[in-house]
């Protein structure tokens, strides 16, 4: 019974880690690309010290690894179990917190309503040549990792795109981070005021890449 009981520990420890929305934040943008304490400082908003304490919270108990580079040392995610992790909390969150509905509800209301696509069906869509994907995430993250055949449109670059933009009568796809991520909701919303045919993912590149989804990796600039 000791033994089980500091198995449960164990486990609540890493737990505990998970109880905080800037550590929640710092794992979805270490989901996309390794990144160093500054970066993702400046992504989150916090201070660079505040940053690095959570850091090493999550690095206490196993959520990420870290290693140097020159001078820096970066942070990158322990494994896409994370990730399905997160999602997995994600989704009782919604399911069974009152505040969650009201909060998501009111977040739906502000991006407005867009129609969405699943993983199965865009998998079924590309399979038939039906389908355009748009990763609307910085180049740096797409870099790292995208769907294969992914065009790289950030929304700062969106309008420039657009005014040369033929889909082909293909479904465009947009996707971003995470559920959450605005960016494949202005993209979305751009694309049909052009009566484009356009859906969002449900989810994000790292929610792909835990599934097994197959991701091409770039070099930036290239």
């Known amino acids: ?4 009981k500091s198995l449960y520990e164990q486990v609540a420890q890493m737990a505990q880690q998970l109880a905080s929305p800037q550590r929640l934040e710092i ?7 390794p990144r160093s304490v500054e970066a ?7 201070t660079t ?8 919270q999550l690095r206490k108990s196993g959520l990420v690894h870290v290693k140097r580079q020159g001078k820096q040392r970066i942070y ?3 494994g896409d179990d994370i990730v399905q992790a997160l999602r997995h909390l994600r989704y009782s969150a919604e399911r069974h917190l009152a505040e969650m509905e009201q909060t998501l509800n009111k977040y739906w209301q502000q991006q407005g309503e867009l129609p969405t696509i699943d993983f ?6 590309a399979a038939q040549d039906q389908v355009l994907l748009l990763d609307v995430r910085p180049p740096e993250e797409y870099a790292q990792g995208h769907i294969p055949g992914a065009l790289n449109v950030p929304p700062d670059q969106m309008e420039t795109f657009l005014a040369h933009f033929d889909p082909k009568d293909k479904t465009v796809v947009a996707y971003c981070r995470g559920p959450y991520c605005t960016f494949s909701h ?3 919303a751009a694309l049909r005021q052009r009566a484009i045919h356009a859906l969002r993912l449900e989810e994000g590149l790292p929610e792909w890449r835990a599934e097994g989804g197959m991701i091409e990796v770039t070099q930036p600039n290239s």
């Open 40 to 46: 993702l400082a400046q992504l989150t908003g916090l």
């Open 120 to 125: 199965q069906t865009l998998r079924q869509l």
């Open 49 to 56: 010290a505040n940053t690095s304490r959570h850091l090493q």
């Open 186 to 188: 202005q993209a979305v």
């Open 76 to 78: 990158s995610l322990a």
């Open 1 to 4: 019974m000791n033994l089980k």
């Open 27 to 33: 794992l979805e943008y270490l989901a996309q690309t």
